[in-house]
C-alpha cells in the first residue's frame, strides 16, 4: 500500500514536470511566430501594422444583413462606429428592412458583381499602406508611374491575349476617363484655325462628347456621329479624331474604325467578362480601365497603350501638367488586386467574371425568349482565345427593346405610353449615352447585367 | 535528513505544480487577445487582413542605411524582395555608399522633411484597405468625396485657424495641381470672342502657365506678368483671372491680389509649418495641397474652398467629367494622415513640422549673415495665432542672391559667371518658375528647405 502510494506520488511528480516542460516548449515555438490569426495558436509578431489591421477586420465584420457595408472611412455612429452603408432599396441601421416600391438605378456603370471574388480572395487581396509610402511626387527613377505595375499589366495583357503592347508606350490615368481626353488632346490638331472633328458611332458613351465640350479648346471640336459626319463631309481637308468603343457600349459587339484615321479605342469592356477574345487589339491607340476589369471602379485607374512615341510624349505632358500624374496609393492597390487577378494565369478570376455574366445572360434571354412585348439585342458566338471555344458574349448592359405588335402597331410601354421608334434606346436627361431623351412618359430601357446581385431589375 | 528530503521533495512537487497553473493562466489571457507584437505575448487575434500586414512590416524592415528605403511596389531583387530605393547620391545595394561629386536637385518640392514625423506615428497612419474597399463609382450618398474626410478638412481650418470655411463648398482634386485649371474654367469668360486674360505675378509657380497653355481654351488664355498687364491694359473691357500665391512661391511674403477683381489663392503653403498665421483666410476661392501639409506628395490630393455656389458648380462639374472623382483609396488615407495630424488639435504635428523648418532657416541664416558673396530672402516677423506668438516665417525654399561687391560690381557666381541683376533667381529650362534662363554657365540658386534632410544642400 505503502509502495503504491510512493509510486503514485512518484507519478505525479513526473508528470507535472513533463506539463512544465511541454507548456515551456509550447510558448517558446508559439514566440517564434508560428502565426496566429485563423490558423490558431502563436504570438502575433506584428507590431506597428496590427492596429490598422484589426481596425480594417472589425470594420469589416460589421454585420449589415448582406444588404450592405460598413467601410472604414464611412459615417459614425454615437458610439464611434462606422454605420451600414445600404445596397439600393434596403434601409434601416443593419440594412435588413426592404423598402417597398423601390426602383433600382440600372443606368450606372457600377460593376458590382465582382465583389464575392473579392471577398473570397479577401487575405491576398488586402493592402497595408503604411504612413511613410511614396511621399515623393516621383518613384525613384523619376517617374510618375510604377514600373512594377507596367509590367503587371504587360503580363495582364500577355495573358488574357487581349492586345498587344510590345514596343508600345504605357500611360497611366485617373480612370480611363482622363485619358480620352489625354488621348483627344495628343490627336489633334495644333492648327486652331483647323481644329480637329471629334467623332462618335451612335450609341456612344457620352463622356467622348462631355469631355469636348467641357474643355472646349481651339484644337478640337466635337463632330457628332461618325457616320452622319461622314456623309456630310470630306475627309480630305479635315482632321478627324473617331472614338471606337469595342466591345461597343451598351450594344456589346465588337467595332473597328469607320473612317480608318485617327482612332482612339476604348478597350473598357474588352475581358473574357464580357466578350469573346478572338484576337490582340493591335490598334496604336488602346484604352482600359480598372473599373470594368476588377471592378474597383472607386480606385480611379486605367491606361493608355500607345504605338507612337510622339502621340506617348504628348499624353504623359497632359497627365503630368493636369495633375503630376496619379496616387501613389492607388498604384499600389492596383498592383496587388492585379497580381491575385493574375494568379494561376488568371484562370480563375476570369473563369468566375465570365461564369457570372453567362449566368445572367441566360436567365435574361430565358425571361425575354417568353415575352411578347419585349426582346433584348441579339449576341452571336465567336471563337474565344482565352478560354479556348467558341462563345456566346455575355455584355455588361442588355438593350431592351419593343417587339412590334401582329397589327404593325407598336407594343405599348408602361403606363400606356406609346412607342416611337425601335430600338428604343431611351436616355433621361444626363444620363449616360448619347440619344435624345424619350418624351414623357417613356422610362429608361437600359438594364446594367454587371449590377451586383443586390441590385433589382427594372420590370419589363 | 530524510524530514528534509521529504519537505525539499514536496517543495518541488508545489513549484512544479504552481509553474504550471501559472502557464495555464499566461496562455489563457494571451489567447483572449492581450495583443501581440511589440508589447509581446499573447495570440494574434487577426485573420484575413495579417498577411497584408505582415507584408507591408517585412518591408519597412528592409535595411537601406538609412539612405534609403524598400517599397512595397519597388522593384524586387532574385529572391522576390524589395530593393532598397537609395536617396539622391547615395549608391549600392544597400544604399550605404555616398556618391562623390553628386550635387542634389535643390529645386523640386518634395516636402520630405515631415518623414521624420510619420515614422515616428507608424502605428496611427497606417491604413489597410481591403480588396472590397469602395468599389463603386460613388459613395452611398451618391457622391464624389468622402463626407468623413471633408468634414476633418474644415476641422483642420478650423484648429489651424487658416482658412474659413463656414458655409462654403468643398472640392476635392488630383493634388492642387488639378484644381488650379479646373478653377481658372470656373471663373474663366463664357464669351470665346473675348477669352479671360489669366494672370499671375512674377515669380509664379509655372504650372499656371503651362496648364492654361496646354488646355488652349477658346475661353481663356495666359496673359502673363499681373502688374505689367495691368500697366497695359485697362481691365474695363477685359476679362481677368488672377492668380494669387500667398505664401508666395518662392520668396514665401503673404500675397494679396493685385487687380481686386475674379481671383484664386493658391494657399499651398499657408501652414504653420512656413509661416505665421496672422488670420483665417476669407477669400471666395483657395486652394490647399496635402502635398505640403503632411508632405504626402505622392497621394495626389489638394482642395478648394469656394464661396459662391456657381464657381463650385462648375469647379465641381470639372473634376467629374475629367475624371469621375479622385482615388477612393486616397481619400481613405488621407483621412487616416489628417487624423493623425489633428490629434491634441495639431499641436504636436504642427510644432514638430514648424521647428524643423525653423532650425533650418536658423542654419541658412547664419551660414549667409557670414558670406560676402550671397545673401538670402529677408524674412520679417508676423504675429500667428497658432502659436500665439510673433515668429518669423520658415519658408520652403530660400532665394539665394548675390550681394553687390563695394567697387560695384558684381560679385562673380560659380566658375567666374558674371550676374546680370539681382535678385538672382535663375530657372533652367524646365523648371518649376516662371523668369528666363540664365545664360550659361550660370546654375540654380533656389534651394529648397523643405527637403530631406538626406539632401545635400547646394554649396554657396
Not at 23 to 41: E, H, K, N, Q, V
Not at 130 to 159: A, F, Q, T
Request: hydrophobic share 35%; net charge positive; aromatic share 12%.
Amino acid at each position: 500500500m505503502r509502495k503504491m502510494k510512493k509510486y503514485c506520488y512518484g507519478f505525479c511528480v513526473l508528470s507535472s514536470i513533463i506539463i512544465n516542460i511541454l507548456f515551456a516548449i509550447y510558448l517558446y515555438l508559439g514566440g517564434r511566430g508560428s502565426g496566429g490569426g485563423s490558423t490558431g495558436g502563436g504570438e502575433c509578431a506584428l507590431s506597428w501594422s496590427e492596429k490598422a489591421a484589426a481596425e480594417a477586420e472589425a470594420v469589416a465584420a460589421i454585420s449589415c444583413s448582406d444588404h450592405g457595408r460598413a467601410y472604414l472611412d464611412g459615417s459614425t455612429n454615437s458610439e464611434g462606429r462606422p454605420v451600414c452603408e445600404c445596397y439600393a432599396c434596403y434601409v434601416g441601421s443593419d440594412c435588413s428592412q426592404l423598402s417597398r416600391g423601390c426602383a433600382a438605378d440600372a443606368n450606372s456603370g457600377d460593376p458590382i458583381f465582382l465583389e464575392p471574388f473579392w471577398m473570397q480572395h479577401a487575405t491576398n487581396s488586402a493592402i497595408l499602406v503604411s504612413g511613410l509610402h511614396r511621399m515623393s511626387y516621383r518613384y525613384n527613377d523619376n517617374l510618375y508611374m510604377s514600373v512594377e505595375l507596367e509590367n503587371h499589366i504587360r503580363k495582364l495583357h500577355s495573358i488574357v491575349g487581349n492586345a498587344i503592347t510590345k514596343d508600345r508606350y504605357i500611360v497611366f490615368g485617373i480612370g480611363s476617363s482622363q485619358l480620352l481626353n489625354a488621348a483627344v488632346y495628343a490627336l489633334s490638331s495644333r492648327n486652331s484655325s483647323s481644329p480637329s472633328n471629334v467623332l462618335a458611332s451612335i450609341p456612344f458613351y457620352s463622356m467622348y462628347k462631355a469631355q469636348t465640350v467641357l474643355f472646349n479648346s481651339k484644337n478640337f471640336r466635337f463632330g457628332g456621329d461618325t457616320k452622319a459626319w461622314q456623309l456630310n463631309n470630306s475627309t480630305n481637308n479635315m482632321d478627324v479624331v473617331e472614338f471606337v468603343t469595342s466591345p461597343n457600349n451598351p450594344d456589346g459587339e465588337l467595332k473597328n474604325s469607320v473612317l480608318g484615321g485617327k482612332t482612339i479605342y476604348d478597350h473598357a469592356y474588352y475581358w473574357p467578362h464580357f466578350t469573346p477574345i478572338p484576337a490582340p487589339s493591335d490598334h496604336d491607340l488602346m484604352i482600359f480601365t480598372l473599373s470594368k476589369l476588377t471592378g474597383h471602379a472607386g480606385a480611379r485607374f486605367g491606361w493608355a497603350v500607345i504605338k507612337d512615341k510622339d502621340v506617348y510624349e504628348k499624353i504623359l505632358t497632359y497627365i503630368v501638367v493636369a495633375d503630376l500624374g496619379i496616387s501613389k496609393d492607388t498604384q499600389l492597390r492596383v498592383l496587388k488586386l492585379l497580381k491575385v487577378a493574375l494568379e494561376e494565369d488568371g484562370k480563375p478570376f476570369f473563369k468566375f467574371a465570365y461564369n457570372k455574366m453567362k449566368d445572367r445572360w441566360d436567365t435574361l434571354t430565358s425571361i425575354f425568349s417568353k415575352s411578347t412585348r419585349f426582346s433584348i439585342q441579339h449576341i452571336h458566338p465567336l471563337h474565344c482565345n482565352f478560354f479556348n471555344q467558341t462563345r456566346l458574349p455575355s455584355p455588361a448592359y442588355a438593350w431592351v427593346m419593343p417587339r412590334f405588335s401582329s397589327s404593325g402597331h407598336l407594343a405599348d410601354l408602361v403606363q400606356s405610353s406609346t412607342l416611337l421608334a425601335p430600338p428604343l434606346f431611351c436616355s433621361p436627361p444626363l444620363q449616360s449615352f448619347s440619344e435624345p431623351p424619350c418624351p414623357p412618359p417613356h422610362h429608361c430601357r437600359l438594364i446594367n447585367i454587371s449590377k451586383g446581385e443586390r441590385e433589382r431589375a427594372i420590370d419589363a
